[in-house]
């Protein structure tokens, strides 16, 4: 998606609409320097604002996504079009949280690994030491809080019984046995339990 021609096409018709960009914001409850970065072409409106921002501008998200008034003639190749470009963003989106989710995971074992043996050879007081490891401990059960909220939003779960691919509830990958990113659930298809595997695009 061409986030250039996006941000002056909302410019475009906001102007068309005799609305500043302060009045645009506050028709959608943002702030008008959000409306500035869409409009400068440094960000796209969220999910969560963009139906009410096509109904203010008298468009539709196709239009809104493709940067432009369509033609009857064209709606629907731009629309599949459109559909594939953002599933295509997501699976990129998804990809990079799973890179990260490494990361922040070996970040997060060094970083109580170091907090435990400071503490161990530190020449202060018990209670200190244990002051330091509750602490390094706090931090890294955040960490692990964060690392499972990106386990279970990026990409999808795969049922070996019947290949539906489904995103899973918080409670779901936290309570699930697991070796690595493949967790023991059931599927809310088929209703049956299996070892399902991480995949990045929602396609069986």
């Known amino acids: 998606m061409d986030v250039i021609k996006i941000g002056n096409f909302i ?37 969560s604002v963009m139906l009410e ?8 998200v196709n239009e809104l996504l493709t940067g432009e008034n369509l033609e009857m003639k064209d ?3 731009q629309a599949e079009k459109n ?9 990129q989106a998804d990809k990079r949280l799973l890179t990260a989710e490494i990361w922040l995971g070996l970040f997060a074992a060094l970083f109580l690994l170091a907090v435990v043996v ?21 931090v890294f059960f955040i960490v692990c809080f964060y690392l499972l909220r990106i386990e279970q939003v990026a990409g999808y779960y795969e049922c070996q019984h019947c290949h539906h691919r489904y995103v899973p509830t918080y409670k779901q990958v936290n309570l699930a046995m697991h070796m690595g990113r493949t967790r023991y659930m059931k599927c809310p298809k088929c209703g049956k339990k299996s070892w399902q595997k991480k995949v990045l695009s929602d396609k069986e």
């Open 11 to 47: 410019a475009d018709r906001r102007k068309k609409q005799n609305l500043t960009q302060m009045e645009l914001a506050e028709k959608l409850n943002i702030t008008d320097r959000a409306v500035s970065k869409w409009e400068c072409g440094k960000s796209l409106p969220d999910a």
């Open 53 to 60: 921002l096509c109904k203010v501008l008298n468009i539709s």
């Open 75 to 77: 709606y629907n190749e």
């Open 83 to 91: 559909l594939i470009e953002m599933k295509k963003q997501k699976e």
């Open 118 to 138: 400071s503490a161990g050879i530190a020449t202060i007081p018990e209670w200190a030491k244990v002051l330091i490891i509750i602490g390094g401990l706090v």
